[in-house]
């Protein structure tokens, strides 16, 4: 199994609000009806989720109080997941979707995900999730989808993860558009600097680097490709040298 994660940045147009890149989720469900691999998708929030949460100041930081703020973040969230739906649907690929807080309990993934997320993959469908606004341990906050794909990695342990956004991988300083990195380490880290990204309340690219980090730490490859280039996309669903920046799984205890 691999979980691959939709960032905002692909599925969106990050720049209009309230806006999906339909040219964009077309690309990519070719590209995943093509591969036949057994998929698990979380997709992110870009124009929709982040432009709310921005609208009424609600971040990634602490608990969140306000129902109007928590109810309109949420909708977006939903019109983008039924939007994206339809189309991977059109395309072929059965999606069976739902909100993250069916698999949750106070904030923490419960066991019996594993039974549900392997029970709809066996009849050949396709589990989709998303980034959302979520009960944790104390009260609303957002969950990321970068997170819900850290939790999944670590619980279901597939073959490998994999990012998609609009760019083609990592590099040690976007500003000054220095090559992709073919592969990225733990030691290269601190040498890594990141453009500042607007209406984007959990943290851009640097989180999810961390996110992937962590998940390497347990043995699972993890993927940075573009998700608007087919041929790219594939050869990381693939596992293949030429997907973008990957991170080799290690075990973090050594
Ligand atoms: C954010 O999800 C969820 C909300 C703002 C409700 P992500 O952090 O996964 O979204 P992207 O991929 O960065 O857009």
Redesign the pocket.
């Known amino acids: 199994m691999i979980i691959v994660?939709?960032?905002?940045?692909v599925i969106?147009k990050?720049a209009i609000p309230l806006t999906i890149n339909r040219k964009a989720i077309t690309q990519l469900a070719t590209t995943l009806k093509e591969s036949r691999l057994p998929l698990i998708i979380?997709?992110?929030?870009?124009s929709f989720?982040?432009y709310?949460?921005g609208r009424f100041r609600?971040d990634?930081g602490g608990e969140i109080s306000n129902p109007e703020g928590i109810a309109t973040?949420?909708e977006s969230?939903l019109r983008l997941n039924l939007s994206l739906t339809k189309i991977l649907q059109e395309f072929g690929l059965n999606i069976y979707s739902f909100p993250p807080i069916a698999l949750y309990r106070d904030g923490k993934l419960e066991h019996h995900a594993n039974k549900v997320i392997k029970e709809i993959m066996r009849i050949n469908l396709i589990p989709l999730t998303?980034?959302?606004?979520m009960l944790g341990q104390k009260g609303f906050r957002?969950?990321?989808?970068?997170?819900?794909v850290r939790d999944l990695a670590l619980l279901l342990r597939p073959e490998r993860i994999i990012f998609a956004?609009d760019v083609d991988g990592i590099s040690q300083e976007p500003r000054k558009k220095t090559p992709i990195l073919n592969e990225l380490d733990q030691g290269m880290m601190p040498k890594l600097s990141f453009s500042k990204v607007r209406n984007?309340?959990?943290?851009?690219m640097e989180?999810?680097v961390l996110e992937a980090m962590r998940i390497a730490g347990h043995g699972i490859d993890v993927f940075f490709t573009n998700g608007l280039k087919g041929d790219q996309l594939m050869k990381a669903l693939r596992g293949e040298k030429d997907g973008g920046t990957v991170i080799r799984g290690f075990n973090h205890e050594n």
Do not use: F, P, Q, W
Request: glycine content about 22%; hydrophobic content about 30%.
């Open positions: 994660k939709l960032g905002g940045s969106t990050k979380v997709h992110g929030a870009g989720g982040h709310n949460a609600i990634s973040t949420r969230m998303y980034g959302d606004v957002i969950l990321s989808g970068d997170v819900i956004s984007d309340v959990t943290g851009g989180n999810k």
